[in-house]
């Protein structure tokens, strides 16, 4: 409890400290605001989040830049729409269908893509996921371009657990995030995350004291997948919907620039920049439909000129201070 | 087997070949000069079909709107280079990529608003409406030959410009090695726009001369550019050879599988699962051709020397 205390006195931590804070309390901030869209803006961003935070494992700190994410959304999406629509409502079976099904998809394009690097990555893992995207778009019976709308939420069998009921469905995906907030932090100080750090600094330095690094990276892909399922399914959840969109490359670009607004390579910097993305976008939308007008310029700028993300920008100010 | 239609699956193909042809060439370039991963090169194909478009509805003539559009195109791709993209070669790719994402967006959606959400159109003129029978009941129609025709001089043309000219050496020097040709006492920032503008040129040229078929619509480039993408990394990033050989490969195997796949399901399986699997099947085909090559060269099949 100390240690958590003695972070929140530097800018970032307090910072950190009021995203999960307002993560938390937005089912009640809300409505004191009168604003009571705000809980699903926030909890859409919180599913997001968890995506965000898997790609910001694999490209924050491998280095590894998947232009293709968004495709594991939809196997997770998918998995619980396609079985949903066949009559199995079980969460235990849609749940684990969803995130097996997701980091098998990412240990074959991963076992793939792994083997070139740099530019050919990023064309590479942007094709896969057109391909997974096109096939969704072809496939008659589940809905094609339409998408698949899901009639009942997962299925847990417990009474008191039922994601149907709002608030359960809130802080089922707030303990979700804060999990997989934590699950990254433990990886990445762990040797395994390491290993990928340093890969990411100077592959063949890596290579030459010992360590394959493509099993170690082909893990981590494998692990952001897995990860960015997780998300697909509560977004499927949440939504009772499940489209080819989800997937779209867009979805995958606006993935990476979540992260790198937030803060690449920090923990908590993809939740920030996932927040701070969607209820922007929100905003802007609500004043013109062209919103994105404004927003690829101002995709341009930060990426131009606001290096290390708002966690930069909060971080520059914590060595001021010091 | 139906020969006709055979026959005509296969011209559909190998214009698509050629359309490809004419945007992987510039991404390739680009990227092999310059180290640039240019996402908005769709959107200079866009560029082209609008301007050729909006010129040919000014000048009531097809041909002399194209011929006003193409150094439209090539002077606002320069300018796209000099204004901000010329900012990105000391960047790394994660950061171009971004920028050029950002590009993408504020184009699709201005020229949304501008033109609105049907597009534009070219109307094809009487004398290229009609068709040319080739042999037996085989027709082809004429504009089709035109493109086919007009992309292979561009390629013919490009072929001789990179290889046979100054500009053309110095773009192979700037592909093996660009400090070494700055270092020369090239002007290297003149050179890259230059090569950037080619490449808006050539996308250009492919978005305008295939408007009259599809039409202009907001965010046409992108599927275009994905399809660009697996071409050069079929063929080798920065080989232009290799690009064309890609190009026509994946056009034809797309098209061909689009259409003869769920024939060929039937041999295999009954009729609701060939309805099933075949789309979905090629949809899928190109990607995992590119898959194989990988799997076997992961650096394409023509890997451009000294890269």
Redesign the interface.
Known sequence: MGKILSLMKTPRGIYNTILVLLCLSMPFLAPAIEQDFYRDVMLRAMIFAIATISLNLIMGYGGMISFGHAVYLGVGGYAVGILSYHGIESGWIQWSVGIIGSGLLALLFGAICLRTKGVYFIMITLAFAQMIYFLSVSIEKYGSDDGLNIDTRSNFGIEAFDLNDPMTMYYTAFVLLMACLYFSHRIVNSRFGMVIRGSMSNDDRMGSIGYPTYPYKLAAFVIAGMMAGLSGILSANFESFVSPDMMFWTTSGEMIFMAVLGGLGTIFGPLGGTMIFLILSEMLSNITEAWHLIFGPFLIVVVLFARGGVEGIIGKFEKRND | MDYALLAEQFFNGFQLGIILFLVAAGLTLV?GIMDL?NLAHGTLYMFGAFFAATFSMVTGSMFLGMLFALPVTLVAGMLMEWS?LR?LYQRN???Q???T??????????F??AWGPEGAAIQLPDYLQGTTPLFGDVVVPDYRLVIITSGLLVALGLYFLVSKTRIGMLIRAGASNREMVAALGVNIKMLYTVVFGLGAALAGFAGMIITPITQAESGMG?GIL?LA??V??IGG?GSIRGAFIAAIITGLIDTLGRSFIDVAMLAVMDTEGAE?AG??IS??LI??I??VV??VK?QGLFPPKGA
């Open positions: 990227f991963v901000l900012t790719h994660l950061d990529v971004q920028v994402f950002g590009l993408i967006i504020f184009f699709n959606e201005l949304l608003i992108e994905i993408f697996v050069i990394v990033i099933t789309p979905a949809s899928m990607y995992i590119m898959a990988l799997a992961p």
